[in-house]
């Protein structure tokens, strides 16, 4: 594994509106089949449990497990895969589920199967939202809660696109802001592990991505550290509508 600089924050950061305007127009391309299909509608199959949960931070995590099923269902639908990422990566091997002072989701996908959901976004229910975070960044976003400061976005789950070679996976690594690539073998065959009730796709050597990521994983960061992301600034949590 090697990192290079091939992905400058800077020019992410400028070209950031113009992958937002591509994305949108895509949507409204690919939101008029919406109208078209047959497709099955996932409010009604997969059910909202935040009203059964008094606690925001429970709320917030069953909303994205929520969310994460949509997402898993159409994958299932389509052939595609995806497989958790980041720090919902890392509650899964540490914690067995959610990190204890975490609260979303963050899974990735290969740039062929993403551009297939891209295509059937239309599958998505009325209660999620489909958005750009910029290159290669994405989110499905609850539409029955604000969770940022800025009161403009809902719970989320976010999605980070990799590219898939013969032999080779590169991925951007949001932190170190580096291009980091590993063998194939490192991603697949994907393994079903235990998140919460449930269990998740991951990467076959998961000790291998995660140690790029944070270095020694395993290791609680300090008691300062360990700080909700969300519980500082506003939240509500709506009703579920379908």
């Not at 990422?85 to 067995?96: N, P, T, V």
Request: hydrophobic fraction near 35%; glycine fraction near 4%; charged fraction near 25%.
């Amino acid at each position: 594994m090697q990192t290079s600089s091939f992905y400058h924050k800077h020019i992410r950061l400028i070209f950031r509106p113009l992958y937002r305007l591509l994305f949108n127009i895509k949507m409204s391309y690919y939101r008029k089949f919406k109208y078209e299909s047959d497709s099955p509608n996932y409010d009604d199959l997969i059910v909202d449990t935040r009203h059964l949960y008094k606690a925001d931070v429970e709320k917030i995590r069953m909303i994205s497990l929520r969310i994460l099923d949509v997402l898993e269902a159409i994958c299932t639908k389509l052939d595609i895969s995806y497989m958790l990422a980041y720090g919902s990566l890392l509650g899964c091997i540490r914690h067995k589920g959610f990190i204890p002072w975490d609260d979303d989701m963050d899974i990735m996908m290969s740039k062929n199967d993403f551009n297939i959901f891209l295509k059937h976004a239309y599958l998505l229910p009325e209660s999620i939202e489909f958005q750009s975070g910029g290159k290669d960044f994405y989110k499905l976003i609850d539409k029955y809660s604000k969770v940022s400061n800025d009161q403009k976005r809902g719970v989320a789950v976010d999605i980070f696109i990799y590219e898939e070679t013969k032999n080779k996976i590169y991925l951007y690594d949001t932190y170190s802001r580096d291009e980091l690539i590993f063998e194939n073998s490192c991603f697949f065959p994907i393994k079903s592990m235990r998140f919460e009730d449930g269990f998740r796709n991951c990467p076959q050597n998961y000790s291998k991505v995660l140690t790029a990521h944070y270095g020694d994983y395993l290791t609680l960061p300090p008691l300062d550290q360990q700080v909700f992301p969300h519980l500082k600034g506003k939240i509500n949590i709506f009703p579920f509508k379908k």
